[in-house]
């Protein structure tokens, strides 16, 4: 229930799935939420669209079910070799980030959310509140939805909204992050090492081949393919800024033969979506009535697909955990444990001489292959 001199109780910054579960979160918890973005309609973004089996789940107890294809499991390839496991508990789904969006978007206006179209540009709290400065939105998605909340909106001026709590879920290159002073290495972009990891994702209209998500790994990088629906695959490339930049189509050609081989005759669909750096860091979790969640909190690499579950899992936790800063540190650190833990292994790995021994390994040792994806499935 909202208290005198406030907006919302919540204000989430951010409309993406971790930002829309958090709503959701709040709404079942009797607050009244804003949720507030720099883009309208339905948001895409550029990520690997599997969800896993309990991602799937977590979506679904949020009341949301969204259309896709049934993923049965997950290989790692390599030329010559391949290693498949099969999840344990049941299919997860392939599923358009855009159709996500929708999905979690309905399904938070349906249980009371109010949204706003703006950018957030400044923060200061006390011990009550946070005051949010909210400049008009930039970028539309490619909806309609999202409007303006209390003529606050494209070509209106900047307003000052009070909140009981913020919950920063605005991503990798998160602003909240920046403005309550929890952001780490923030030297200027031409210093960044170039070892710091990108990804591009591109729709292939193509009937799937398989039920697997495919990882293949090159000597350079991974192209992660998924199908999302009866007609679609999602192709997204990872590695570094000096790999990538090369373009899609001259990396899919030159590192990754047999797959541009399978797609040469299929349209692509969409835009070229970009992202990264992908790891990101934060040295905290709260500051004051602030939380960060999802990607803004800290982001390892994309490498083992856990993103929206891990996320979701924060969303809720962040919620339970309002008045109490130090809980919601502990809670996170359990939710993203087996990220954490797997994700920075593997990349290691990767990162080293061994990289060739990946995909031989797992299909040498799959019952070690197959405890790691059950680890990423639940």
Request: charged residues 20%; hydrophobic residues 40%.
């Amino acid at each position: 229930m909202r208290h005198g001199g406030l907006d919302a109780d919540v204000l989430v910054v951010g409309g993406g799935p971790v930002g829309l579960a958090a709503a959701i979160h709040a709404r079942a918890a009797g607050l009244d939420v804003l949720v507030t973005d720099r883009r309208t309609g339905t948001l895409d973004k550029a990520c690997g669209e599997g969800l896993f089996p309990g991602a799937l789940c977590a979506v679904q107890a949020l009341g949301a079910d969204p259309p896709g294809h049934p993923l049965a499991g997950i290989s790692y390839r390599a030329p010559g070799r391949h290693a498949d496991h099969r999840f344990a508990a049941g299919p997860g789904r392939g599923v358009r980030r855009t159709a996500l969006h929708e999905a979690l978007w309905k399904r938070a206006a349906d249980v009371g959310a109010s949204f706003l179209h703006g950018r957030v540009t400044g923060l200061r709290q006390d011990a009550t509140g946070v005051e949010a400065e909210v400049a008009p939105g930039g970028a539309d998605g490619t909806g309609a939805h999202g409007v303006g909340v209390d003529g606050v909106g494209a070509g209106r001026a900047p307003v000052t909204l009070r909140a009981g709590w913020v919950l920063g879920c605005d991503g990798l290159h998160s602003t909240v992050r920046r403005l309550a002073g929890l952001d780490v290495g923030t030297g200027p972009r031409a210093a960044r090492p170039a070892s710091h990891r990108y990804g591009l994702r591109r729709h292939f209209q193509v009937q799937p081949w398989t039920d697997l998500v495919e990882v293949h790994w090159s000597p350079h990088a991974e192209a992660y393919v998924t199908p999302v629906g009866a007609d679609t695959v999602g192709v997204a490339l990872l590695g570094p800024r000096a790999v990538l930049g090369t373009g899609f189509d001259a990396l899919l050609r030159a590192q990754f033969p047999e797959l541009s081989a399978r797609l040469a005759t299929a349209t692509d669909t969409g835009s070229l979506l970009g992202a990264g750096p992908l790891r990101q860091r934060s040295r905290r979790r709260s500051a004051g009535r602030v939380r960060l969640v999802g990607d803004a909190s800290g982001y390892v690499d994309a490498l083992t697909g856990e993103g929206v579950r891990v996320g979701l899992a924060q969303a809720d936790a962040a919620v339970r955990h309002l008045d109490d800063a130090d809980a919601y540190e502990r809670a996170w650190r359990t939710a993203t444990r087996d990220y954490r833990a797997l994700t920075t292994g593997l990349l290691a790995w990767a990162s080293s001489p061994a990289r060739r021994a990946i995909v031989p390994a797992a299909s040498r040792a799959p019952w070690l292959y197959g405890a790691v994806v059950e680890r990423l499935a639940r």
